[in-house]
């Protein structure tokens, strides 16, 4: 774990020696003889506490206290005064120092008090995470769907989650791969922990590498300031790598090492860094296929595959359309204030023939793009996009209604056969008459 970094900000050299020295076990330490050198090291430096006198020329303490309240994130204060200023001190407390220690500092008690405003910096973030995820994420721990395949998937990622073990989501773009890292890590041991993500396609080398594992200041031209990569972000979490087999091979190599040390070093570092953080990776292509290929590491593939769940794509278990279709209008009318409450059974026959080449998000595009053009409260055929009927296979002419002939033309086939040629019972099945049955077989030119 990465020691927290604690500025003592002081105008008398002694002072900043002293508890420099005294920390400095326990903390990473950084000194300022004045205000507005701490202010330039806040710029630059991740600092999580600050331990200031009050009694400074020029930007005293309760003039620094009032900056750094106005910053995105405040680091939060201890002042130093002395016997005679208390009353300053309790000044600054009210204007948002967590607490207060007096000249000659009693080094015990000021350990103490770093500690404590430590553990209330975690608490306070972590509150804030969890608000953030339940808000981002509460309705995404459940996929909407019942079928078998997709069951299974479910019940494999509950298995996991108490698990610390390195998770590789296999399954083509659209599949969910990102809601089963979802139910992996809000199962798991460190749900109270960060989930930070990463499409590993989406950044050229040098700046996934700096996404990933953070730089120092003067790394490379642009690198004004010192950043943290994803992995300190993660620590005590999850770091999900999406798209994993667009990693490059010097990526490759550090990410392996990780996994087999738990440490690393920032872009221009050299100090190494140790972090816990569960890695959970994801990929539309075939990993074996690109070790083979010699395009990926095999080391590095074993060691992300300790479990591996397969997502099927939509087209293999349609049976979910009957769930994710009302899911999806739902939520639809509501994001856009459409009173659209279901979809007429026509328009639903073309989503059931659809191929979904685009699996679960392109479906929630079409869902939504009904829902918006949508004209009453059910969906008909017109609001379906076009290009469904022209990509559909079967498709007889290049209009919804040939589409339907074709679906209807199946149906009397199908129910035909199920009766064994009974046109009687077949009708009835159908819910038409025995003429109207007749009438279609002629127009369809079958023979029973």
């Not at 326990?26 to 200031?52: C, H, K, P, Q």
């Not at 594992?213 to 690198?223: D, Q, V, Y």
């Not at 994001?335 to 479906?363: F, Q, T």
Request: with cysteine; charged share 25%.
């Amino acid at each position: 774990m990465n020691r927290n970094k604690v500025l003592i900000v002081d105008d008398d050299n002694m002072t900043l020696q002293t508890l420099s020295m005294a920390l400095a076990d326990d903390y990473i330490t950084l000194t300022a003889a004045n205000g507005l050198n701490a202010l330039n090291l806040l710029g630059r430096e991740d600092i999580d506490v600050i331990l200031s006198d009050l009694d400074m020329p020029g930007l005293n303490g309760i003039e620094l206290l009032s900056r750094v309240q106005e910053l995105e994130s405040p680091v939060p204060m201890i002042v130093i005064t002395g016997q005679g200023t208390i009353e300053t001190a309790v000044e600054a407390m009210k204007l948002g120092a967590c607490d207060y220690v007096t000249k000659p500092v009693n080094l015990d008690r000021l350990g103490l008090l770093i500690e404590k405003t430590l553990e209330n910096k975690r608490l306070k973030e972590e509150n804030k995470r969890l608000k953030q995820q339940i808000r981002e994420h509460g309705p995404e721990l459940n996929i909407i769907g019942h079928s078998q395949a997709l069951e299974k998937c479910k019940d494999l990622a509950l298995q996991v989650a108490s698990t610390n073990a390195t998770v590789l989501i296999e399954g083509e773009s659209g599949t969910g791969k990102e809601l089963i890292t979802n139910i992996i890590h809000y199962n798991s041991q460190v749900a109270h922990g960060p989930l930070i993500k990463v499409n590993c396609s989406a950044f050229s080398e040098g700046v996934l590498e700096s996404e990933l594992f953070g730089h120092e200041k003067g790394a490379f031209t642009g690198a004004v300031a010192t950043k943290k990569g994803r992995f300190e972000l993660a620590d005590g979490g999850t770091l999900f790598l999406d798209e994993a087999g667009e990693m490059p091979p010097s990526i490759q190599v550090k990410l392996l090492r990780f996994l087999q040390e738990k440490t690393f070093e920032r872009v221009g570092g050299t100090r190494t860094l140790k972090v816990n953080v569960r890695i959970i990776s994801a990929t539309n292509k075939d990993l074996g296929q690109l070790v083979r290929e010699g395009r990926f590491r095999d080391d590095l593939f074993y060691r992300l595959r300790v479990v591996n769940i397969t997502l099927p794509p939509l087209r293999e278990r349609k049976e979910d359309l009957d769930d994710l279709v009302p899911g999806f209008i739902g939520k639809f009318s509501h994001l856009h204030g459409k009173p659209v409450v279901g979809i007429s059974e026509d328009a639903l026959d073309l989503i059931r023939a659809y191929n979904w080449p685009g699996n679960i998000r392109e479906l929630m595009n079409c869902i939504e793009s009904a829902v918006v053009m949508a004209q009453g409260d059910i969906i008909t055929m017109e609001e379906i996009p076009e290009y469904l009927t022209f990509k559909t296979p079967g498709r007889k002419g290049n209009s919804k209604e040939g589409l339907l002939i074709e679906l209807e033309r199946k149906a009397i086939i199908d129910t035909l056969n199920s009766t064994r040629g009974e046109k009687v019972k077949a009708a009835r099945l159908l819910g038409i008459g025995l003429r109207t049955l007749y009438r279609k077989l002629e127009k369809y030119e079958l023979e029973v």
